[in-house]
């Protein structure tokens, strides 16, 4: 098993002068808030509407808040102790078994998280793209099988490192451990040194795999939005006066609601790459770059990629159902179920169609 290093890190066991915890204890205090707040309003939302089964959607939602919640709260206490010990990670516990623990949970569930989120603009690329094989296949029984698989392969690709392939290592001010980034001068063995570095750079290519994946998920849904609104306004136009009005209210009903999914995906999705990036382009320059950098920049990519779980929360706990209407109208998507039929069109919504408000009314 590799240990863990301290090229980035305090060579010391104390805290360097003048590190303070204000920062991490902010980013704690707002992750588990904002968790605890998007996880109570799903779960009220959920009591609203007993009568349905939750859809896909809204199981991929639930188990995004719960992750970003375990990871917040798996990692960031062991950096609040860290400081009020004034000790590294590595001082905290013999072996530095501390900080193979912190590199673990923080790449696993950074990975697990930004799976999620592609499993969330797949099944949205699906349900619109190919309704059929939608409707067919995938049900919320689908989560129960997804969800496993994410944390089984985030696993045991973050295991890699302790296993031989990559390393955890320590990086300054000592209160954090991650995935090596730098060749180590300390390392007399220059393929294992290689190998080492090369864990980051897959772990920063499967990060920019999976946003433009989630980009081009996202554009295939804009895509069959536009091309359901052309749909609706053809059938408008050859409609009679004497035919029904509730396929009309059902369709502006299920426009309306897979819009609010899609400014949802879109916002997530562009925090996701504003927090993945930084991390991936550090990973391909310190690979490809020779000469020694500041690792100053490492640790502000670090930081950015644990921010991710911080801000996904907050977007739930904004994004209630009255401010995604009025986004609707600003972008001048007048799709709103208001005609007065939209009551009857809400009751008469098929599987494909419904999709209960997130976090509920």
């Not at 309306?256 to 930084?278: G, K, Q, R």
């Not at 991936?280 to 950015?304: C, G, M, P, W």
Request: charged letters at 15%; proline letters at 6%; a positive charge.
């Amino acid at each position: 098993m590799n240990g863990t290093g301290r090229a980035h890190g305090s060579d010391g066991a104390a805290l360097p002068a003048g590190a303070r915890p204000l920062v991490s204890a902010l980013m704690f205090s707002a992750g588990l808030l904002g968790n605890l707040l998007a996880l109570g309003l799903l779960l009220r939302g959920r009591r609203g509407a007993r009568q349905r089964p939750p859809a896909l959607f809204h199981v991929l939602v639930l188990a995004l808040v719960v992750t970003d919640l375990l990871g917040t709260c798996s990692v960031s206490p062991l950096v609040l102790a860290s400081y009020h010990r004034n000790l590294t990670l590595t001082s905290l516990a013999r072996g530095g078994h501390i900080c193979l623990y912190f590199g673990f949970a923080m790449s696993f569930f950074g990975l697990a998280t930004m799976l999620i989120l592609f499993t969330m603009a797949l099944e949205r690329c699906l349900a619109l793209g190919r309704p059929y094989f939608y409707e067919r296949f995938l049900s919320p029984r689908t989560g129960l099988v997804a969800l496993p698989a994410i944390y089984t392969f985030s696993a045991a690709f973050c295991s890699l490192p302790l296993v031989g392939f990559g390393r955890y290592v320590q990086y300054c001010p000592g209160t954090w451990c991650f995935i090596q980034m730098h060749l180590d001068p300390q390392q007399s063995n220059g393929e294992v040194a290689g190998l080492n570095v090369a864990f980051s750079l897959l772990y920063a290519t499967l990060l920019l795999f999976l946003i433009l994946a989630v980009l081009l998920c996202n554009l295939s849904v804009i895509v069959n939005l536009a091309r359901m609104h052309r749909r609706g306004q053809r059938t408008r136009r050859v409609a009679t006066p004497e035919q029904p009005r509730v396929a009309t209210g059902r369709r502006m009903f299920s426009m309306a609601e897979e819009i609010d999914h899609l400014l949802l995906l879109s916002i997530m999705t562009i925090t996701f790459v504003i927090c993945s990036l930084p991390f991936t382009i550090r990973a391909y320059v310190n690979k490809f770059r020779q000469e020694e950098d500041s690792h100053e920049l490492d640790l502000l990519a670090l930081r950015f990629l644990s921010i991710n779980s911080i801000v996904d929360p907050w977007v739930f706990a904004i994004l209630r159902p009255p401010v995604l209407r009025l986004m609707r109208s600003v972008l001048c998507c007048r799709v709103t179920p208001t005609a007065p039929d939209s009551r009857t069109a809400s009751s008469a919504v098929t599987k494909l169609a419904p999709r209960p408000d997130l976090c509920g009314q």
